[in-house]
């Protein structure tokens, strides 16, 4: 019971709503997730499955892509369609061109303050937890990188609506930046849907809708006991990186997690080596046995995922 799971995530439940039911559906409480999406929010919803849960951090740092819609002139007090409308305002001169023209600012390195309604911490409590109760505390701005934004679609009216192709860091909120936009506007905004299509390094290695699988599919592969053919293998979740392979007795030296020279690999296969400064060590039998990092000649071991 190990691999990556893929689900497409519906609206209406949150990410650890769909950790309880692969639970449930795989029979198995080593289930994690690699970053979750608001309880409105569908789409990529990469989960990793016993050994693989070895490997939850590393995926959680990947990019992701999303199509977001933003509703110009109305304003909520959880920046999306969720929340309770603070401001509404004749949007209807807002075009196209001077959303685009808002836009490069918006490219690159920026600065967020996380919402009230996030999963951050502070003082030992979420901040969702302290909106519930009408609290808010003051939050300081993160760095994050949004390295793709362009505006797809623009539908005009007295509260335009904007779709918006978005790839951005991990940590990245997108109810901020339609809050954000709207605010350089001068009209306000929120962000009305969210779908997130892939995560990964980049695109052509990335997790994709193309391979998810919703709820109700998993249900039924469980009810014909064939669900374990939806799990993806380890290595696939390593597929940013190089796969080596070593010689049997540095193998054994790294499995218990001593660094290995590289002039110990025998093989060497390139899956689009993006981290080209990491790589997925391989047995004979093509299971990861662990991710390692290259260091002044040496293969220093991140994670060991294979039993000794």
């Known amino acids: 019971m190990t691999g990556i799971l893929v689900v497409d995530k519906p609206a209406g439940i949150t990410s650890h709503d769909v950790v309880d039911k692969v639970r449930r559906i795989f029979r198995t409480r080593r289930v994690g997730h690699t970053g979750t999406l608001d309880p409105d929010a569908t789409g990529v919803l990469v989960l990793c499955l016993g050994r693989a849960t070895r490997l939850a951090d590393y995926l959680s740092s990947s990019s992701k892509h999303y199509r977001a819609e933003f509703v110009f002139g109305i304003r909520t007090d959880t920046m999306d369609a969720s929340g309770t409308t603070i401001s509404d305002q004749d949007a209807s001169g807002v075009s196209r061109a001077s ?3 808002l836009l490069d600012s918006f490219r690159g390195k920026i600065v967020q303050v996380p919402p009230m309604v996030s999963a951050r911490h502070h003082e030992g409590r979420r901040l969702y937890e302290l909106a519930r109760e009408g609290v808010t505390v003051p939050r300081e701005g993160r760095e994050v990188l949004i390295s793709e934004l362009e505006l797809t679609d623009f539908y005009p009216g007295e ?3 904007a ?3 978005v790839t951005c860091s991990t940590g990245t909120y997108i109810r901020v930046l339609s809050d954000d936009l709207g605010n350089a506007a001068g009209i306000g905004a929120h962000m009305s849907a969210l779908r997130r ?3 990964g390094s980049e695109e052509k290695t ?3 809708l193309q391979e998810a699988r919703t709820i109700a599919e998993l249900e039924a592969l469980a009810e014909s006991e064939t669900v374990l053919s939806a799990l993806l293998p ?7 990186v190089p796969h080596l392979q070593l010689r049997s007795e540095s193998l054994v030296r790294l499995r218990h997690g001593q660094s290995v020279a590289a002039s110990e690999v025998t093989s060497r296969v390139e899956c689009v080596p993006v981290e080209a400064s990491r790589a997925a060590v391989l047995d004979d ?3 990861v046995c662990a991710l390692v990092r290259w260091e002044a000649g040496m293969l220093r071991p991140l994670k060991v995922i294979a039993p000794l």
């Open 285 to 287: 039998g093509g299971e």
């Open 197 to 199: 299509t892939w995560v």
């Open 234 to 240: 380890i290595a696939d979740g390593l597929r940013a």
């Open 163 to 165: 779709v918006l192709e």
């Open 99 to 101: 959303i685009e023209s």
């Open 159 to 161: 509260h335009p609506r």
């Open 206 to 208: 990335a997790f994709t």
